[in-house]
T-cell receptor
Framework: GAVVSQHPSRVICKSGTSVKIECRSLDFQATTMFWYRQFPKQSLMLMATSNEGSKATYEQGVEKDKFLINHASLTLSTLTVTSAHPEDSSFYICSALPWASRGTDTQYFGPGTRLTVL | AQTVTQSQPEMSVQEAETVTLSCTYDTSESDYYLFWYKQPPSRQMILVIR??????QNATENRFSVNFQKAAKSFSLKISDSQLGDAAMYFC????????????FGPGTSLSVIP
């Protein structure tokens, strides 16, 4: 089956620093990747849709200058949390859609990254 | 806008018994997909079952089946012969017809399985 990895699995950083999270599709090419945020005991909230070679599309209320997304290749998308603050502490999950997907295809999810900002 | 509602924040079931998780959704689209995802303590999202709106037949996957009522916009998940490994958060989700569109998740139902 299709595998999506995320690195790191967990990260702790100081307030004001930037953190980069990688999302990789290991055995397929993905023109589209999605970034979600999940707070404890809550659902997944879509932050942005990342398309290879173009600018990401951000959901309403998500600061594009704070959450920088780069989808530079067909197998890698990165999310950089700039000037992180404690309220950015959350579980970040990516998903990837295989290239040339049909309507019946579904997204493949990564294992998530737990970010803790001190 | 599309919304997904799960009215049961928590459910419990005895091992080997059957449990049904409820989900309702709202959409004006005619072409869409519905999903049930499982999120165990590892936090890895796992697709349990998928239903295409244009199919009248309810989807089944081994012990998992759905009751899809399109007119009522209801999409419940039935888990038969519950196992300890079924304990997890279950999210109902909606997506428009194109696979490139975003998936909208419901708030989730936490399922406990009692040995």
């Amino acid at each position: 089956g299709a595998v999506v990895s995320q690195h790191p699995s967990r990260v702790i950083c100081k307030s004001g620093t930037s953190v980069k999270i990688e999302c990789r599709s290991l055995d397929f090419q993905a023109t589209t990747m999605f970034w979600y945020r999940q707070f404890p005991k809550q659902s997944l909230m879509l932050m942005a849709t990342s398309n290879e070679g173009s600018k990401a599309t951000y959901e309403q209320g998500v600061e594009k200058d704070k959450f920088l997304i780069n989808h530079a290749s067909l197998t890698l998308s990165t999310l950089t949390v700039t000037s992180a603050h404690p309220e950015d502490s959350s579980f970040y999950i990516c998903s990837a859609l295989p290239w040339a997907s049909r309507g019946t295809d579904t997204q493949y999810f990564g294992p998530g990254t737990r970010l803790t900002v001190l | 806008a599309q919304t997904v509602t799960q009215s049961q924040p928590e459910m419990s079931v005895q091992e080997a018994e059957t449990v049904t998780l409820s989900c309702t959704y709202d959409t004006s689209e005619s072409d869409y997909y519905l999903f049930w995802y499982k999120q165990p303590p590892s936090r890895q999202m796992i697709l349990v079952i998928r239903q295409e709106a244009y199919k009248q037949q309810n989807a089944t996957e081994n012990r998992f089946s759905v009751n899809f009522q399109k007119a009522a916009k209801s999409f419940s998940l039935k888990i038969s012969d519950s196992q300890l490994g079924d304990a997890a958060m279950y999210f109902c989700a909606y997506r428009r017809g194109t696979s490139y569109d975003k998936v909208i998740f419901g708030p989730g139902t936490s399922l406990s399985v009692i040995p």
